[in-house]
Structures are given as C-alpha cells and as structure tokens.
C-alpha cells in the first residue's frame, strides 16, 4: 500500500525558532499534498493544499506567512512554522494523494508533535 | 459549503458485539466519497472504508460495513464484532469526485471504546 512519511515525529523549540516538518510520499507520486493540525481529542483541520510545483493554497484563517508550505517535487513536501510561538503547539499530519488509480485515495502520514516552549 | 455532522461523541461496545456509528452530511453535489477513517492512540489515520455516491451498493470490508442512504444524506459504519483493537476515534469524512485538489471535509469524530 501507499506509505507516507513525516519528519521529525517529535519536536521542541523555543519560542522565536523556526521549524520544518518534512513529508514524503514513499512509494507513489504526490501530486497533491496536504497540510492539517489536530488539537486533542479534536477533529482534523485543514490549513493548505498544494500542487506540486504551485503555491500552495491556505484555508481561511491560516498565515500563510507563518506556515511556509513547498512541494518542490512528487514525493516531498515541507511545512515550516516560522517563528514559532507556544500557542503553534499542536500536532501536524500531512497528507498525499496521487492522481490514478489507489493512489487517488488520500494517504496520511504518522504525524509530527509540536511542542514550543 | 459541505458539512459532515456525527452526533455522537462517545460509544461504547462490548467486545464481540455489533455498533453502529451515525454519519451525516450536507452537499449539493451528485456524485461524490465518503469514507471513515480510524485514528488509533498512535494518531495514524487509517482508510476504514469508502463509498462512492453513485453505487447504490453499500460497501463491506470485512466486519466493517455502511448503510449509505442518498436521500437522506446518511453515512452510518457497522462494526461487526468488535475487538479490542477497534477503540479509537473514528472520523467520517466526504469529498467531492471532482478537481484535483478537492479535499476531505471531516466530522468531529466519535471515540469508540470497546470493553470485555
């Protein structure tokens, strides 16, 4: 089956501090990736969608300025909070889906803990 | 704008036997998916099952099963007996069949805990 992979799956950084997160699809093209944070016992919220090679798209509310998104190629993505403050602690999952077949299905990665002190 | 309601927060289910989980949704759109997706304590989302709007069949996998009613915009999972390894919040989720970027509008989930 399709795997999806994120990097670190744990994070602490101080206030000020930038943070990536890196996701990779392992096994299929991703040509569209997406970006969600999950507070506790909440549900899944989608902050941006991106194509590869394009801007990504953010959802409204979300700073786009603050969550930096690239999907420079098929299989990789990255989210990048910048300046990151304790209230950007949460947990983020990416998530991919390609264009035909199985690989149509969205497939999400394990996730990444943020924690900002 | 589609919504996906799940009314109920919590269920509980003894193991080896039957739950239900309720799904809603609101959409103007024919054809479409919907899904449940699984969320065990490790957070990794899981594709339970999925439906396509235009199959009046309702899909099976294994013990998992839905009872898809159009009309009514109802999308309930059947959990047939339960095991121990099921607990865990359960998401119900649709996405319109068209465009590319279309994306998963997810419910509030249910937490289910499956006892002895």
């Known amino acids: 089956g399709a795997v999806v992979s994120q990097h670190p799956s744990r994070v602490i950084c101080k206030s000020g501090t930038s943070v990536k997160i890196e996701c990779r699809s392992l096994?299929?093209?991703?040509?569209?990736m997406f970006w969600y944070r999950q507070f506790p016992k909440k549900s899944l919220m989608l902050m941006a969608t991106?194509?590869?090679?394009?801007?990504?798209?953010?959802e409204q509310g979300v700073e786009k300025d603050k969550f930096l998104i690239n999907h420079a190629s098929l299989t990789l993505s990255t989210l990048t909070v910048t300046s990151a403050h304790p209230e950007d602690s949460s947990f983020y999952i990416c998530?991919?889906?390609?264009?035909?077949?199985?690989?149509?299905?969205?497939?999400f990665g394990p996730g990444t803990r943020l924690t900002v002190l | 704008a589609q919504t996906v309601t799940q009314s109920q927060p919590e269920m509980s289910v003894q193991e080896a036997e039957t739950v239900t989980l309720s799904c809603t949704y609101d959409?103007?759109?024919?054809?479409?998916?919907l899904f449940w997706y699984k969320q065990p304590p490790s957070r990794q989302m899981i594709l339970v099952i999925r439906?396509?709007?235009?199959?009046?069949q309702n899909a099976t996998e294994n013990r998992f099963s839905v009872n898809f009613q159009k009309a009514a915009k109802s999308f309930s999972l059947k959990i047939s007996d339960s095991q121990l390894g099921d607990a865990a919040m359960y998401f119900c989720?649709?996405?319109?069949?068209?465009?590319?970027?279309?994306?998963?509008?997810f419910g509030t989930g249910t937490r289910l805990q499956v006892t002895l």
């Open positions: 998530s991919a889906r390609g264009t035909s077949g199985v690989y149509n299905e969205q497939f």
């Open positions: 096994d299929f093209q991703a040509t569209t």
């Open positions: 991106s194509n590869e090679g394009s801007k990504a798209t953010y």
């Open positions: 959409t103007s759109e024919s054809d479409y998916y």
């Open positions: 439906q396509e709007a235009y199959k009046q």
């Open positions: 989720a649709y996405r319109r069949k068209t465009g590319t970027a279309s994306k998963l509008t």
